[in-house]
């Protein structure tokens, strides 16, 4: 009766389709691939290392993380556009005993059972560039880890034990680089190797609302370079060690004949011409040939008329703190000659207000 009752569940588990579980394909595995009544179509096939087989008519199949029965499947259905009513059948005539390296200094190992994720990387070259904190392990389509390699040497810990036909994964070490200054969260940014300037000013927040847009100091190996965050300066790839400075906006006090007199952010330009502006501009009867600015103690006049012949003397570079003094003047309406000044300027570099 007991042998009888097998046998029944033996014929109910064919007659369900089910089988036990098959190893999973991995690159390297050699394959016997039948496409019955077409022996055209038969071949001896093996795992290449992007997990694909290629194969007359059907082309390239992904066979990586499948089982034999699987792969027959996908067979099946790339031929049917060619064959009536294809039947297959694979068998894996052999494993590749190896293991995998993605990243660093890639290639493969000979598997040799027993071997530790640790052990398995003891001869490997895996190069500066790999962050060994964060190494993992393809299997079967599953993702085992993150390992950190120093710290499970430290513990004498050999790590995961590997099985023939794992991905070592070698990940590339984040590009480090410190940001300062005007942004909301100073401090170091991580950026995957090939992100750019602006992905490290990002990841600490972006500017703060007080942020120069312009001058700001990329300090690199050693020299220096004046950038802008709007544009395609930041574009450029980060590199390990940069270091970002992004300033303050400078705040000037324009008092006397202008337009709206009080406290200006000059975000984009520091100068003369800029604060007038960004205070409205002078009155009907202001005398722009005698601005004052006091900086640091000292009162200077400047004649912003005389840009018109561009003497660029007469637009100083403004610093944080700097207090401009407009006068009133002779009852002469320089209002139309300003417009045109900041119209020219408008064309130049650094003039955008």
């Known amino acids: 009766m007991r ?97 995998f390296l993605a990243g660093g200094p890639g290639g493969s190992l000979l598997y040799h059972p027993g071997d530790t994720l640790v052990g398995a990387l003891g001869a490997v070259k895996v190069g500066e560039g790999v962050d060994t904190a964060r190494v993992r392990i393809d299997r079967d389509g599953a993702e085992l880890g993150p390992f950190d390699l ?56 972006g500017p703060a609302p007080n942020a120069a847009l312009t001058q700001v100091v990329l300090d690199r190996g050693g020299s220096r370079q004046a950038l802008a965050l709007s544009g395609s300066d930041l574009s450029q790839p980060a590199q390990n060690g940069d270091r970002i400075t992004v300033p303050d906006a400078a705040q000037v006090e324009v008092v006397g004949m202008v337009t709206k007199p009080g406290v200006v952010m000059l975000r984009n330009d520091f100068t003369l011409l800029s604060a007038l502006y960004q205070a409205g501009g002078p009155g009907q009867y202001a005398d722009i040939r005698a601005v004052q600015v006091l900086h640091a103690g000292q009162k200077k006049t400047y004649d912003v008329t005389a840009l018109t012949h561009g003497d660029t003397s007469q637009d100083p570079a403004l610093t944080d703190g700097d207090v401009v003094f407009v006068p009133e003047g002779h009852k002469i309406d320089w209002r139309n000659l300003f417009s045109s000044i900041v119209t020219l300027r408008w064309f130049f570099p650094g003039g955008r207000f």
Not at 57 to 76: C, P, Y
């Open 150 to 205: 120093a710290a499970l040497t430290a513990k004498g810990n050999g790590g995961p034990v590997l099985q023939p036909g794992d991905t070592i994964q070698l990940p590339s070490k984040p590009v480090a680089v410190s940001v300062g200054g005007a942004v909301l969260h100073p401090g170091f940014a991580y950026v995957n190797p090939g992100g750019t300037l602006r992905e490290a000013i990002d990841q600490v927040g």
């Open 3 to 99: 042998y009888a009752t097998i046998a029944a569940l033996a014929s109910f588990a064919v007659a369900a389709g089910w089988s036990p579980a098959q190893a999973a394909l991995h690159p390297g595995d050699q394959l016997a691939i039948t496409v019955y009544n077409h022996p055209e179509l038969q071949s001896n096939a093996t795992v290449d290392g992007s997990g694909r087989v290629s194969l007359p008519l059907a082309g390239q199949i992904q066979a990586k993380g499948l089982d034999t029965q699987q792969l027959e499947r996908r067979i099946v259905a790339a031929l049917q556009p060619y064959v009536i009513k294809p039947a297959v059948d694979v068998r894996l005539i052999s494993q590749n005993p190896a293991i």
